[in-house]
């Protein structure tokens, strides 16, 4: 089976700060895995995802996250927290015995201060 | 490229009706489309994977006949939630993933609709 652990529920960070969201995931099988945001009543948008190939995977927004094997880890990263990046973000895992369906974590609520 | 939409965006019901929930590709082909069910600050749970042309997959817990599941077309799958209770209440997202020649993978990313607040009384 196949878990995923968002680390803090809530993350704040000044605007211009290090934004840093925290993933890791449990799979017996090569991982997928996916960030993705959401903002208030919406649906989720996808920020990136890693399937193979290189680790550090780009995204939109200015994102960016590292597949690191041998931490199980998928951390979400952006040099510089903007006020539009507060939102809900999630890590998803797919791949192996799950297919394609997506285990999403259980969420962390990225806050920015002015 | 790769928009999803969801109708209603939200609807209040009286308990004991029936709702259902449109979700349309607009701009692609899904012969995949996922339902989910997302409560207040928690994550999305899965509830069923609807495949065009057959009967959907409903997740261990999810109750086939209380939420009826409907692919008739590429674009569209719909979602009822018959006889609604109190319980039911709550934000039903819906994904789609884009058709591929050689069907879907693990890596084709789903799509997801904008979401329907369901508030029964």
């Known amino acids: 089976a196949q878990s995923v652990t968002q680390l803090g529920s809530h993350v704040s960070v000044s605007e211009g700060a290090l934004v840093l969201l925290r993933c890791n995931y449990s799979s017996s099988v090569p991982p997928y895995l996916f960030w993705y945001v959401q903002y208030p009543n919406q649906g989720l948008q996808l920020l990136l995802k890693?399937?193979?190939?290189?680790?550090l995977v780009k995204g939109i927004n200015g994102f960016e996250a590292e597949f690191k094997k041998s931490e199980t880890s998928f951390h979400l990263t952006k040099p510089s927290a903007h006020m539009s990046d507060a939102a809900e973000y999630f890590c998803?895992?797919?791949?192996?015995?799950?297919?394609?369906?997506?285990?999403f974590g259980s969420g962390t609520r990225l806050l920015v201060r002015p | 490229g790769a928009v999803v939409s969801q109708h209603p965006s939200r609807v209040i019901c009286k308990s004991g009706t029936s709702v259902k929930i449109e979700c349309r590709s607009l701009?692609?082909?899904?012969?995949?489309m996922f339902w989910y069910r997302q409560f207040p600050k928690q994550s999305l749970m899965l509830m069923a994977t609807?495949?065009?042309?057959?009967?959907?997959?409903?997740e261990q817990g999810v109750e086939k006949d209380k939420f009826l599941i409907n692919h008739a077309s590429l674009t569209l799958s719909t979602l009822t939630v018959t006889s609604a209770h109190p319980e039911d209440s709550s934000f039903y997202i819906c994904s789609a993933q884009r058709s591929g020649l050689a069907g879907y993978s693990s890596t084709d990313t789903q799509y997801f609709g904008p979401g329907t607040r369901l508030t029964v009384l």
């Open positions: 609807s495949n065009e042309g057959s009967k959907a997959t409903y």
């Open positions: 701009d692609f082909q899904a012969t995949t």
């Open positions: 890693y399937t193979t190939g290189a680790t």
């Open positions: 998803a895992v797919s791949g192996g015995d799950s297919s394609y369906k997506l285990i």
